[in-house]
């Protein structure tokens, strides 16, 4: 496989489910982002992750917990969501996170739909 | 305040038609990049083409182009030839020299005519 995939890509859940999203990346990138995509809202950044560190948490809720086991895997644990969270969750890489600026840009993968009820 | 502004909530245009997408940025850091993404119905965000701050030509990539005009802070996205595949949704982002985290607009959704 190349570039970034996530699984499942469509999720519903109940509120009181404990669900994990996976993303997996085959480009050699050392940085990772989980963003949400809510209708008619840009994309929010949740968490950033540069060499398996976690370097940004945008003030998101602990019922978002993302883990970085290596520099190749992402996944966001989801527990006792709440309908808002509804939205489709995009997973991307990049070669470096606080480099030089310049022509870095992000690779996506095609997002989990997830719907919680 | 928003970084990133794309004021076209949806746009049309005839198929073989140019069309112009655009976007407006917020920064006071001298060194930054901007990038356009597409994203079809599928939910994957594709890299379309990318400016640098310090570029002195406007970037071309195939059929698209990006208009860069520093002074009024616009990055408009050009795309000549609209064929019915380019029916997506367009995101304007930007990534700061200093901040180096990607703000992203709320995007255009762009329908091709035939």
């Known amino acids: 496989e190349t570039g970034v995939t996530q699984t499942p890509r469509h999720l519903v859940m109940g509120m009181t489910n404990k669900k994990s999203l996976k993303c997996e990346q085959h480009?050699?990138?050392?940085?990772m982002y989980w963003y949400k995509q809510s209708a008619k809202k840009p994309l929010e950044l949740m968490f950033v992750?540069?060499?398996?560190?976690?370097?940004e948490n945008n003030s998101v809720p602990s019922r978002f917990s993302p883990e970085c086991p290596n520099s190749s895997h992402l996944f966001l644990h989801l527990h006792t969501l709440q309908p808002e969270d509804s939205a489709l969750y995009l997973c991307?890489?990049?070669?470096?996170?606080?480099?030089?600026?310049?022509?870095?840009?992000?690779?996506f993968g095609p997002g989990t739909r997830l719907t919680v009820l | 305040a928003q970084k990133i502004t794309q004021t076209q909530p949806g746009m049309f245009v005839q198929e073989k038609e140019a069309v112009t997408l655009d976007c407006t940025y917020d920064?006071?850091?001298?060194?930054?990049?901007l990038f356009w993404y597409k994203q079809p119905s599928s939910g994957e965000m594709i890299f379309l083409i990318y400016?640098?701050?310090?570029?002195?030509q406007n970037a071309t990539e195939g059929r698209y182009s990006l208009n860069f005009q520093k002074a009024r802070k616009s990055a408009n996205l050009v795309i000549s030839a609209s064929q019915l595949g380019d029916s997506a949704m367009y995101f304007c982002?930007?990534?700061?020299?200093?901040?180096?985290?990607?703000?992203f607009g709320t995007g255009t959704s762009l329908t091709v005519i035939p």
């Open positions: 991307a890489s990049s070669h470096l996170y606080g480099g030089r600026t310049g022509f870095d840009e992000q690779f």
């Open positions: 480009l050699g990138h050392n940085a």
């Open positions: 992750y540069n060499f398996k560190e976690q370097t």
């Open positions: 920064t006071s850091d001298p060194s930054y990049g």
């Open positions: 400016q640098g701050s310090y570029d002195q």
């Open positions: 982002a930007m990534r700061e020299g200093t901040g180096n985290q990607f703000y």
